[in-house]
Structures are given as C-alpha cells and as structure tokens.
C-alpha cells in the first residue's frame, strides 16, 4: 500500500501525505485480535448467539456494500433487495437443483449477483439521482416478479434450502457464520482499499461533485459501474448466506424493500462515507431491533424518524459527531497533508477532508 | 374484442397512473426533490377520505373536496417543517428524507388501520358501466377517472401559465437564487408546490378508494408506477405523464391478456425497461435550457 | 441619513474571508461605483446587500433600518432590487414573464412593464420570446428592466456590461440618468472602470477585500485609481 501520493516525490520533500498514525497502528493489532476472537466464536459463544450474530454480520455487510456505493460513488440504489433475492434462490439453485455444496454455491451466488449488475447498471445508469434511485427499485421488482411468477421457484410461497438443512444445526450455524464474517470483513475490505486507491480519491471527488471529479479525469461512469457491480455481487453472496442460515426463501420476505431500509437507516444514523459508520449502526440497530422489534410498526417509525433527523441536523450520522469531537478515524480514508518546516519541525497543516460528508 | 377491451381498459388505467405521475412530476420540477413518498402520499388521502366518511356518513365523493384541502395543508406543512431543510442539498438527502417519511408514513397506516384492505363504498355507480356491445364495456368510474385526468392537467397547465403562482414555479424552477432576488419566498412556493402535488394525488387516491379497495402497502408499487409514466413520457411535461400513464396502463392490462393476470405488472416494468434502453429523455421532453 | 450604510461588514464563505471590515454610505439618488478586480470582493458585497449572503460581523443599515438578518425576499418588498451577475434571465419563461417576475412583490412606482419597453425599445418586438433565445445585450436589457418592475428604492447592478459590445453597453449607460429621475438610487459594480467612472457620483476601489480608495471619481487620478485597483 502505497501512503505517499506522487506528488511529493515531485516537490521533493517539501511535505509528505500520511494517511494513518502510530495509535491506528495499535488500534489494527486490537483488530486484529477482535477478528481472532470472532472467528473462534462458535467453539464458545453457543448457538443462539452465533445466530444472532449471523444476523449481525450479514445486515453489517449489506451496509457497508450500500455506503460503499453512496459514500463513494454518490449513487443512491434503494433497489439492494433485488441482489438479496437473488443471491437467495441462486444458491438454491446451485445447492439444490445443481447438488453443489452449500457453502461452495455461495461464492455461485455472489457470481450472479455480479452479472445481474452489467445490464442493471447500463439501465439504472441512465437515470440521475434521485430518480436513478426508484429505477434500483424497479429493477429489483422485476426480479420478484419474474422469481414469484415462475412455477419452478415455487411462486409465491417460496423453496426450502434442502441442502442446507440436510447438513444439521451443527455444521450449518457455525458455517454461515463463517460465511456472514467473511462477508463482512470482504465488504469492510473493498470500502478500505477501493478508497485508497486512486480510483477512491476519484470516488470521493465525484461524490462532491460530478463535474470537478470528471474534469479531474475520472472516469465517473467506470467507478460507478464498479462499485454497483461489487455491491450486487456482495448483496447476492449475503442474501445465499441468510438463504442457508433460514432454510426457506420467500419472493416477499427475499426481495422486500425493508432490507434496504434497515441498510439506508444503519448507514444512515451510523455515518455515511465512513467505515465505522455502518458497524455502530448496526450496533444500535441490534439494540433497537432487541428492545422494540416486539412493537412490529412503532419501530420501523422510529428507525425511520431517527434516519430523518440525523440527515436533516446531523448528517455526519453518529460518527461524524464523534470525529468533530475528537478528530480520530479508525480506518484513515482521508489523506494529511504534513509540511515539513526548515527546522525539521513537522506540523499537521491540514487534516485533509474528513471521511464523513 | 378482448384485446380491444383489454386496450381500452389500459388507456383508462393510463389516467389513474397521469394523476398520481403529475403531482410527483410537479415536485421534481419545482425543487428538484424526488419524493420517494409519492406513492405512500397517493395512499393517505383515501384513509383521511375514509375517516370523513365514517365520521360525516356522507357518499364518499362528497369528501374529495374536503380531502384535497386538508392533503393540501399537509402537503404544505411537510415542506415547511422539513423537506425545505434538505431541498438544494443535493440528491441523497432528498432521497434519504422522502424515503424515511415513506416507512414512517406506511407503518403509521398499518398501526391505524391494520394491513386489511378498505374500501370506500359510493353504492351503484362503482358497477354502472357503459355497454358498447357485448364484449365491450366501459365502466364508469374508470371513465371518470381518465377524464378527471385530463382536467387536472389542462388545470395545472393553466395554473402554470397563467397565474402568478404558476409563474413562480417555473422562474423557482429555472434559476432559485434568481427567484429570491426577484422577491421570491421560494421556501412558500416550494410549500405550495408539495401542496398542490398532494392535492392532485388526493382525486387519484380517492377514486381509486371507491373503485377498489386499498391498504397500506400499495404506496410503494403506485411510486413506481407514478415514476415510469414520468420517465415514459418525459421529464417536465405534464401531458407527458398522460402519454407514459396511458403505455404503461396499456402495457399492463395487454400483458394480462396475453399472459395471464400475475404477469401484468412484470410486463409493465419490462416496457417501461425497453422505452428507458432506447429512448431515455421519454416522448414528450421539454427542452428548455439556459 | 444615507439610503444605504454598512458598518464594518466581514463576510466569509465557509472559512474563507471575502471581506474585511467594510464600510460605506450610498446617499439616494446618486450613482455609486464599485471597481476592483475579478476576485475583489465586489460582487460578493452585493450579494450581502442583497441577502444572498449574511455577514458574520458588522451591520447594514436600509434608509436606517438594520436588514442584515432579513430574508433576500423582504429586502425586495423594502425596495432592494438586483441585476445579478451573468444576467441570470429565467431561460424558459417569455420576455414578458420575466418582466412579470420583477414585479412579484407588487411594490408601487413609475415603473411598468409599458415604461420597461419604452426605455428600452428593442425588448417590445421580443416579449413573447423565451428568453433562453435572447442575445447577450438582449438579456441584459431584460435583465435591468426586470430589476426596475420592482419598482427599487436602491437598484444593485452586477457587471452590466460584461461580454457586451462597446455599442451595448453605451446604450445601457445612457438610461441610467432616466432611472435616477424616477427616484432609483444605483449601486453598481464593474471590473472595466471607463464608462462607469463617467457616470458615478461616488466610487470604491476593492482590493483583496478591503476598499483601497473610495470618494468623487474627479478627486483622483488615473494613477490613484489604477494603483488602488492593481494594488501596486
């Protein structure tokens, strides 16, 4: 990984961009460790919690797929439930109707996802904005209605993962729990280096402005259709995972539009543009979804108020407000520029833009 | 003759579809806003019609009026109270915002009324139809519902051109700043605009009410609807969005004859898919530059 | 009692500082010029004026009534009317609607959309026209009697003659004595200092934010005026 831009090669050594600092050297290790921990979970932590943080990881992963899109790229896709969908009965098809193992047909599933996105996005693509947003929506309504419309698929009621539950409570939680990890840490991944590479500082300038980005020389057209393609294949990988984890897949409930709710209410409250934003969204949202799923509307009213709020007053989400208090990243996307004085003395000038929009 | 009938019950559709597609339309115009809750905006007046009629026992096309004023005020004051917060912060606010208020709205419906299907009774003249011959008929209320679309749109095409008000909109629409310099509260006009967009929907909403029954959960699919009669006809033209209501209405009712009823609104979507591949700016676009 | 006085007025975008303690008085009736270069701080100044921009220190005062919290709106409704910079027509609506437009808050005065055409005839022949079709001097002249139908106290003009022909802009300049009879007052900015200088009763030089010389044009000369300009 590259921290010096070119630039300071040119001016020689005039000033140097840094990109992280000694306590996110520490913080790493401590994630590491985190990761560690995580991955020996289901030898220790019992069943109903490793389903529990199935559930955690997949919603996190879905997250950061739909921030990576938004914060990045400036796209506003409200259509994710298609690529659930259809990661959720491309793995039945490969796991049941082909006979390929489980959890070898998720990475089938993620495949799909991906190809589904081409012809997806020359579509979408031609719509701006807000409007490109209802067309993600009408995109994953054909999906539904061509999944829900076909006898095969089992219409309206849906398929049972027989493969899947063929393989017992034992093998199956602690597997999709590996899965929804994997797809976390591969969605916190893409944000992480899609970002720092040139093609993310392209990204970032678009999500500020089209135009400035594209007279920058940025192909905005190319980085769209590669964070959307990255984000299908990652919705289909976790809805094949949560097809494996529930056993049974509905056209309703696989395709609904509430999973892109709970993605744009996470994101949202959590931070949008940021790394850590979507993982303390998550977090609230499981406490949330603990403490008042039982009251069905009020607390879909209250996620919704909260996402409301938090964009109109605060639209650094939680996290942002944590960043303007204490000025610290866990993951450092944004580049400092350090001049360097005569007198070797080195001063932070600028702290470069900050992750959150 | 089915296909004919099948056709003719698609253009009639089509008016349906214009009335909820120029209110949303009308707001992007206005503010460049893309209100995600249209659709859940086009349910509520017939629940606030519902409410009247079980409060006043009055036939519920007496409560059209009362219900267009009072989604008129709400209109007004949602744009005052909030979305005037985000309009000209860029698009993912607006989408972020109008989507919140659709799961808001949609979940406040289901804890008032339950997800059971209503209806609103207007006795007799929901099944008078109009017999052309014995395969051929055409309902009254789907009659009445195209042509109240046509009014609606020569109306608001009048109020465009003609009254002060229309002016504003087109000048907030052009250039903003340029409209404040004028005098403008463009804050007002912008209010009056979601206004009078709820306003157009409430008749859609409501006659749609007494025609069939409705529930909490159709916003979502009459947004989509509402949008696709927006991109087929072209952004910013009102008659347009008649057009686009009209090749979607009759796309779907023909899809049905064709395939069957559960293939007619995927039929819909795959037209509307195919006009936005080959035709994107839609049939009708203004183009009016600076 | 000055029409207009603003009292060390500071402005920023964002953390940027455009201005820097500016003061001045703007007597009614008179022609008052602002020159600077591109950058200066001039433009952003009317945009104060007008309400676009709110100052973060300092005052404005209008005929003694401080606005400087007012919305751009009802600074109109005092008498506060612009032509703004790039013209700045409403593309798609006719001639005649923007003139309408200039009027929306139906302020009192000698100033129709029958005296606009008078003043400037070439308009007539083009008010069903969009205005998107207009030539550069066309618009401008639009521009300038959309401004007037507000019927203004203090009429702010922005760069009137840029990218305007010589002839253009000479024909713009020649209403300006008919404006002032019918009670306007005009503040009006410019980056080419020769014709406005033949006009003005009183004129700021901006440099980099601050005003650099400010008094009667025939107080100084050229050599003041263009070293207040450049800043050498």
């Keep these: ?357 | 003759m089915d296909w004919i009938n099948a056709a003719v019950q698609g253009i009639l559709l089509g008016g349906l579809y214009a009335l909820f597609a120029v209110g949303l339309s009308l707001v992007f115009g206005t503010m460049r806003l893309v209100n995600l809750a249209h659709g859940d905006l086009t349910v509520l007046p017939a629940y606030v019609a519902l409410m009247l009629v079980n409060a006043m026992r009055f036939n519920p096309f007496y409560s059209i009026p009362i219900t267009m004023v009072i989604l008129f005020i709400v209109g007004y004051l949602l744009q005052r109270g909030l979305l005037n917060f985000v309009v000209g912060r860029g698009d993912i606010a607006g989408v972020i915002v109008t989507f919140g208020i659709s799961i808001v709205l949609q979940n406040a419906l289901l804890l008032g009324f339950t997800a059971n299907s209503q209806g609103l009774d207007a006795g007799r003249v929901e099944n008078l139809s109009i017999k052309i011959n014995e395969r051929l008929a055409v309902g009254w209320l789907p009659l009445i519902i195209f042509l109240m679309a046509i009014v609606v749109i020569t109306a608001l095409q009048l109020y465009m051109n003609w009254t002060k008000m229309g002016r504003a909109f087109r000048a907030v629409s052009d250039d903003q700043e340029a409209a404040r310099l004028m005098g403008v509260n463009t804050k007002h006009v912008w209010a009056v605009a979601l206004g009078v967009s709820l306003l157009i929907v409430t008749i859609g909403g409501v006659m749609m009410g007494i025609r069939t029954t409705f529930d909490p959960l159709l916003g979502s699919q009459r947004l989509i609807f509402a949008f696709e009669a927006v991109i087929i006809g072209g952004m910013g033209s009102a008659w347009g969005t008649l057009l686009g209501g009209v090749i979607l209405g009759v796309a779907q009712t023909l899809g049905a004859q064709a395939f069957g009823s559960a293939w007619s609104i995927l039929v819909g979507h795959v037209v509307f898919v195919i006009i936005l591949a080959f035709r994107p700016q839609g049939f009708l676009a203004k183009t009016v530059t600076a | 009692m000055s029409l207009l006085e603003i009292e060390n007025a500071s402005v920023f975008y964002e953390d940027f500082q455009a201005l820097y303690d500016i003061s001045l008085k703007v007597e009614e009736g008179e022609i008052f010029a602002c020159i600077g270069a591109n950058g200066a701080g001039k433009s952003t100044m009317l945009k104060t004026i007008a309400g676009v921009l709110v100052p973060r220190r300092g005052r404005i005062l209008f005929d003694g009534q401080p606005i400087d919290h007012m919305p751009t709106h009802q600074r109109v409704e005092l008498g506060i009317s612009s032509v703004p910079e790039g013209r700045r027509v409403f593309p798609s609506l006719t001639v005649h609607e923007n003139l309408l437009m200039g009027a929306y808050r139906n302020r009192k005065g000698p100033w129709t959309v029958d005296a606009i055409y008078e003043l400037f005839p070439l308009l007539k022949p083009l008010r069903r026209r969009q205005a998107a079709g207009l030539s550069g001097g066309e618009q401008q002249a639009l521009a300038i009697g959309r401004a007037l139908m507000a019927n203004p106290r203090l009429i702010l003009m922005d760069e009137v003659s840029l990218g305007l022909a010589p002839v253009v802009i000479k024909r713009i300049y020649e209403a300006f004595p008919t404006l002032i009879k019918n009670g306007c007052t005009i503040l009006v900015v410019e980056q080419d200092v020769q014709h406005v200088l033949t006009v003005a009763d009183h004129v700021a030089c901006f440099l980099e934010g601050r005003i650099s010389l400010m008094g009667k044009p025939g107080d100084f000369t050229p050599e003041q005026i263009t070293a207040a300009y450049f800043g050498v």
């Design chain 1, 1 to 357: 990984m590259n921290t010096t831009a070119p630039i300071s090669e040119t001016t020689s050594k005039r000033f140097e961009i840094w990109v992280a600092n000694r306590t996110n050297l520490y913080v790493g290790l401590g994630g590491l460790a985190i990761l560690v921990v995580l991955i020996l979970f289901p030898f220790f932590g019992g069943t109903p919690w490793t389903r529990r943080l199935v559930d955690f990881f997949a919603l996190l992963a879905l997250a950061q797929f739909w921030n990576l899109m938004l914060g990045y790229a400036g796209l506003i896709s409200v259509g994710q439930q298609g690529f659930i969908g259809i990661g959720s009965y491309t793995l039945w098809l490969f796991a049941d109707m082909l006979g390929i193992h489980p959890f070898i047909s998720v990475i089938f599933a993620a495949i799909g996802g991906a190809i589904i996105a081409l012809p997806a996005a020359a579509l979408v693509f031609k719509l701006k904005g807000g409007y490109l947003a209802i067309g993600t929506w009408v995109i994953a309504e054909i999906m539904r209605l061509i999944v829900a419309n076909i006898k095969r698929t089992g219409g309206g009621s849906g398929v049972t993962i027989q493969a899947a539950s063929k393989l017992g409570t034992s093998v199956r939680v602690p597997g999709s729990y590996w899965w929804a990890l994997a797809a976390a840490v591969i969605a916190i991944a893409c944000t992480y280096f899609l970002l720092r590479s040139r093609t993310g500082l392209g990204l970032k300038a678009m999500r500020d402005n089209d135009l400035a980005a594209e007279s920058m020389g940025v192909n905005i057209w190319r980085s769209k259709l590669y964070t959307y393609v990255i984000a299908g294949a990652g919705c289909a990988m976790v809805g094949a995972i949560v097809a494996i984890h529930l056993l049974r897949v509905q056209p309703a409930a696989a395709f609904s539009v509430n999973w892109t709710a709970y993605l744009i209410f996470i994101s949202v409250i959590g931070g949008v543009g940021t790394i850590e934003g979507p993982i303390i969204g998550t977090l609230i949202y499981f406490v949330l979804r603990e403490t008042t799923a039982k009251y069905g509307e009020w607390y879909f009213i209250i996620l919704g108020l909260l996402a409301i709020v938090v964009t109109v007053w605060s639209p650094a989400g939680i996290y942002g407000y944590v960043i303007r208090k204490t000025g610290f990243y866990l993951f450092p996307l944004q580049r400092k520029v350090r001049w360097l004085a005569g007198n070797g003395k080195r001063a932070v000038v600028t702290a470069g833009e900050g992750g959150a929009s």
